[in-house]
């Protein structure tokens, strides 16, 4: 196996430039991540648009240049997945991919990998079960970013293969291989941002923080359905400066999903804090966002949203060098070492089974995403006097805020700078690989998916015949090839002339038609070039479309 990679990058964009959701700039920091610090020969992006690879690399990594040659080529084209041997995807949602390599006989060529980014959608869930009804196989991944994730995907995969076994009377219960494997950041960039003692001045100053006051950071979107409600953070932020007698500043720097949220953040701090000064600070702006990476001394984040499965605004914070108070919550477990890189802060969650009304009412088409998972977490607490009292102990003690700022480096350089992440990467496909080559391939009794047949054979019973090679074409009487020619000025003749032959082996066919009268389709495809003989038949059913040609049924 050659030592390449393939990237599924169908969009070939970077980072958006405003209210950015995680999954998307995670994606996009994994492929800048492989592009500097992957020991590859070869990276092949596999885009959906007309660009080239120098255009690609800038637009990732600006004038630096990527460590591998890079290439770019068709979403639809498998070669460099299987000359690589692995295909990386930054969804969950491999069903269709697996169809469409075992279409082209090459289940066995290579394998995918898929990122899980959240599991709290019932869409999204569904998507990810399509796994094991597919023909995903064991040397396909579906990577989990934390152990609960992994947990979660594991016990959902059993209870749902369990499932169909039970219905269908089935033995066998294939799944994807459900490796753990973390998000990254660039920790020497955190660091560097944060490590500006001009630019700490000068922000605190616009916050109109004095050097010995406390500025808790929070940074990330401004949602309370789909992030955090911001209560339990406002309440434990004023408690803590109660407790210490510090002057507080809790500076959330995000964005909000709707502009009415500013008013009612507002309206809570004032209720839940009204002696710490809040700052609503434009996550958008990177410059504010660098400052405030300098300027900060705590990073809060009480998530409360089963909307998040892993968190990386925690490592950002390490990486800058501040101790994190956090929600003890799925992968913030993973990544922060309680009483080591910060604190994490107990949780409880709702009753088992109370929220079947909830899921039923979303399912069902009655309570929009964002306001199912908004219920759910109005109904789960983070401990207040818990996130209080670890906020006052770092207020009160700038030792231990450095002892933590020295460990959360630690714990980034170690496991989670990109370096590291992408060597668990390269570590997984060669272990994917090795279960590859392991499998015996057996007989495949189903090369096409049933459900999601092409249209022509799926409704070939629509038309009282479909054209085959049997079929007999002529040119009907008084056709000529300036009629052809008219069509090239027709927009709706030329609509979808991509998916068949070129005007130019249009022409060739009638010609053939004028010199040796009519011919089946099979006579007429034989002067096509290789792999153009569908897009021949095509271009015969569209002259026919458009009265040039006249058929008998075979």
């Not at 209560?231 to 909000?256: D, N, S």
């Amino acid at each position: 196996m050659s030592n390449r990679i393939a990237l599924y990058h169908p969009s070939a964009g970077v980072q958006p430039k405003a209210n950015p959701f995680g999954k998307d700039v995670a994606n996009v920091e994994l492929f800048r991540a492989v592009l500097r610090h992957g020991d590859y020969e070869q990276i092949d992006f596999m885009v959906g648009g007309n660009v080239s690879a120098q255009a690609l690399v800038s637009g990732l990594l600006g004038q630096e240049p990527a460590r591998p040659r890079v290439a770019v080529a068709n979403l639809l084209d498998q070669r460099p997945a299987a000359a690589g041997g692995a295909l990386v995807r930054g969804h969950p949602d491999l069903a269709d991919m697996a169809w469409y390599r075992r279409n082209a006989g090459l289940e066995h060529a290579y394998s995918m990998l898929g990122m899980v980014h959240t599991l709290a959608p019932p869409f999204m869930r569904e998507t990810i079960a399509k796994a094991a009804i597919a023909p995903v196989q064991p040397w396909d991944a579906l990577i989990c970013t934390s152990p609960t994730v992994q947990d979660a995907l594991g016990t959902m995969f059993d209870d749902w293969t369990d499932y169909l076994a039970d219905r269908y009377g089935g033995q066998t219960r294939i799944k994807p291989h459900l490796p753990l494997l973390p998000l990254g950041v660039d920790g020497k960039a955190f660091a560097d941002l944060a490590d500006r003692p001009d630019a700490r001045e000068a922000m605190r100053a616009e916050l109109g923080a004095a050097p010995e006051d406390i500025v808790v950071l929070w940074v990330g979107r401004l949602s309370f359905f789909e992030k955090a409600f911001p209560q339990p953070m406002f309440r434990a932020a004023e408690e803590a400066a109660r407790a210490t007698g510090a002057k507080v500043h809790f500076a959330m720097v995000g964005w909000f999903p709707d502009e009415r949220d500013r008013a009612w953040y507002r309206e809570a701090a004032q209720a839940y804090s009204p002696s710490v000064v809040t700052h609503f600070l434009d996550g958008n702006d990177r410059n504010v966002v660098g400052g405030m990476w300098a300027a900060g001394d705590i990073f809060l984040s009480l998530v409360d949203n089963i909307q998040e499965t892993f968190g990386i605004t925690p490592l950002e914070a390490m990486a800058a060098g501040l101790p994190v108070v956090v929600s003890d919550w799925d992968g913030y477990r993973y990544t922060v070492r309680d009483g080591v890189d910060g604190f994490l802060v107990r949780s409880l969650g709702g009753p088992v089974g109370a929220g079947q009304g909830m899921i039923n009412r979303h399912t069902l088409g009655g309570l929009a995403y964002q306001a199912y998972v908004g219920a759910v977490a109005q109904h789960t607490a983070i401990d207040v006097g818990d996130a209080a009292a670890r906020i006052a102990e770092l207020i009160a003690s700038p030792e231990l805020r450095a002892k933590m700022r020295d460990a959360g480096r630690k714990r980034i350089a170690e496991t989670f700078d990109w370096p590291v992440v992408v060597r668990g990467l390269q570590n997984l496909t060669k272990e994917l690989d090795a279960i590859r080559a392991a499998a015996t391939p057996g007989p495949i009794k189903h090369q096409f998916n049933p459900v999601k047949r092409e249209p022509f054979g799926a409704f070939a019973g629509f038309p009282n015949s479909a054209l085959n090679t049997g079929t007999r074409v002529w040119l009907r009487e008084g056709v000529t090839p300036a009629d052809l020619e008219a069509t090239r000025k027709l927009n709706l003749d030329q609509f979808a002339s991509g998916w068949r032959a070129s005007h130019e082996e249009s022409a060739m066919i009638m010609t053939m038609l004028a010199e040796r009268g009519p011919l089946t389709v099979g006579e007429l495809v034989q002067a096509a070039g290789v792999g153009r003989r569908q897009l021949f038949a095509l271009a015969i059913v569209w002259m026919c479309k458009l009265g040039l040609l006249d058929w008998s049924a075979a």
